[in-house]
């Protein structure tokens, strides 16, 4: 997510491009190989450089080399267009209403709303299985607790190996993200991320006309993400755009590439040095429908978010009055987890109740 008011950063036709793994045109995203800091080698300095630059600049870039097998991440797709060609009715049986206060399950088109309006999509909310002896889901804490897996064959078991492997994606994208501020590798990792939270979203957003009268504008409205790192698998047909200096872009399947963007608590850490970038879908109109498999890696549930000392301050800090929420990330004080509940309870308002 480059300066949420699209005016402090500069044009992404105006970047160092040596810093990016592979030449670039003009205002699109930087393509990074991040391989040398799956694999921990020396490399990983320029890796690192690299990420440092795309996240001062616009605070999106596409990651290759990131080790996730092409067949792991296709059978995800396949069962996941599976589970979304069921009858509505047999997809309810796992609704959200049903995933209590671990805020897991499936939601119907329209369900979801970004700022306050519904987006043409229907999707699938997960998390880290936690069976009920664990200790949080035992203190009934928010979005903790188990998943209501569709009985579709082998789908439980791919999600659960998806999110894994993206998960160790995202210590090692953070391990980048810390040597590029010039801290120590583990630095989130000490102190955000040794139990990160992890939510996974399964988004399929239909090519079917939007009913007449509705209020629907967008696949999702523009906003920001929340915590530090998403990971995002797109498929094929695109849709993603992105608020840059230059405008809004699209970001275009890469073959293979996960789209990486930072959330506002790494811009509150950072003291917006690296901002949490607006971005939003576009309707599909493609005629075939579109996947997406955003997986959210955050702090700590009870983790509260300080801001990292003795990093360059940037030109703007507060930049609310032009952010899409007309919020200040900087002067939030708390746990990351009230942040985030303050947050989703917007999203699903009926549901609001099950958390709070």
């Known amino acids: 997510m480059l300066s949420n008011s699209g005016t402090s950063s500069p044009a992404l036709d105006d970047m160092p491009h040596d810093l990016s793994s592979q030449p670039q045109p003009a205002h699109t995203l930087p393509v990074i190989d991040v391989s040398a800091l799956v694999a921990g080698t020396a490399q990983r300095d320029q890796a690192a450089a690299a990420i440092g630059q795309a996240c001062r600049a616009h605070g999106f870039f596409y990651a ?36 209590g206060r ?16 519904p987006d043409w999509k229907e999707g699938l909310y997960l998390g880290t299985e936690l069976d009920d002896t664990h200790p949080r889901v035992q203190a009934r804490t928010p979005v903790h607790g188990r998943n209501l897996f569709p009985e579709v064959e082998g789908l439980r078991e791919t999600i659960l190996d998806y999110m894994a492997a993206t998960t160790q994606l995202g210590h090692r994208l953070m391990e980048g993200i810390a040597l590029s501020l010039g801290l120590a590798p583990d ?28 209020d629907v504008q967008w696949g999702v409205g523009e906003h920001t993400d929340y915590g530090l790192l998403t990971i995002l698998r797109q498929d094929d047909i695109g849709g993603l755009q992105v608020r840059t200096g230059a405008g809004w ?33 576009v309707r599909n109109t493609s005629g075939r429908d579109r996947l997406s498999f955003p997986l959210f890696f955050d702090p700590d549930f009870e983790a509260r978010v300080q801001k990292i000392e003795g990093l360059p301050a940037p030109a703007v800090v507060d930049d609310s009055a032009t952010r899409w929420d007309q919020a200040n990330v900087h002067a939030f004080h708390g746990r990351y987890g009230d942040y985030l509940l ?15």
């Open 187 to 214: 630095y989130f990792h000490a102190r955000y991320t040794a139990d990160p939270l992890v939510l996974f979203r399964i988004f399929n957003y239909p090519t079917q006309p939007i009913p007449a009268g509705s």
């Open 249 to 281: 872009i699209d970001a275009v399947p890469v073959p293979d590439a996960f789209v990486i963007n930072i959330g506002d608590m790494l811009d509150r850490m950072t003291g917006g040095l690296y901002r949490s970038t607006p971005h939003r879908v």
């Open 342 to 356: 303050h947050k989703v309870s917007k999203v699903f308002p009926q549901l609001v109740r099950e958390v709070l």
């Open 102 to 117: 671990a805020w897991r399950g499936y939601f119907p088109l329209a369900g979801e709303l970004t700022s306050g309006r």
């Open 64 to 99: 290759t080399g990131h080790g996730i097998a092409p067949a792991l991440t296709q059978r995800l797709e396949t069962l996941s267009r599976r589970f979304f060609a069921l009858p509505e009715a047999t997809k309810l049986r796992w609704r959200m209403e049903l995933g």
